[in-house]
Nanobody, 116 residues
Framework: QVQLVESGGGLVQPGGSLRLSCAASGIIFSIYNMGWYRQAPGKQRELVATIRSEGTTNYADSVKGRFTISRDNAKNTVYLQMNSLRHEDTAVYYC??????????WGQGTQVTGSS
């Protein structure tokens, strides 16, 4: 059974920082491409950042220079370090694991709220 469990969300002041974690089980973590997505109220889910199995990263323009995605294959965990948080970063953040076209898994999400 595949599980992706996010943690680390919360309420943060503008300009503050949070680190999200996503612990994976039930998959061979090291071969999966991992990502973070977010969904704000009334909006579609959008890509935040991805990290491929070999370590290549990709970021949405809105978070470049502020967020950093990383992975620890020994711990089966992917992280999202979020700095200089803004109110518009408020969303539910979801962890994703995918491999090719056949394997695609989501976590349950963790709420990040930037106070105004």
């Amino acid at each position: 059974q595949v599980q992706l469990v996010e943690s680390g969300g919360g309420l943060v002041q503008p300009g503050g920082s949070l680190r999200l974690s996503c612990a994976a089980s039930g998959i061979i973590f090291s071969i999966y491409n991992m990502g973070w997505y977010r969904q704000a109220p009334g909006k579609q889910r959008e890509l935040v950042a991805t990290i491929r199995s070999e370590g290549t990263t990709n970021y949405a323009d809105s978070v470049k220079g502020r967020f950093t995605i990383s992975r620890d294959n020994a711990k089966n965990t992917v992280y999202l370090q979020m700095n200089s948080l803004r109110h518009e970063d408020t969303a539910v953040y979801y962890c994703n694991a995918h491999l090719g076209l056949s394997y695609n898994y989501w976590g349950q999400g963790t709420q990040v709220t930037g106070s105004s």
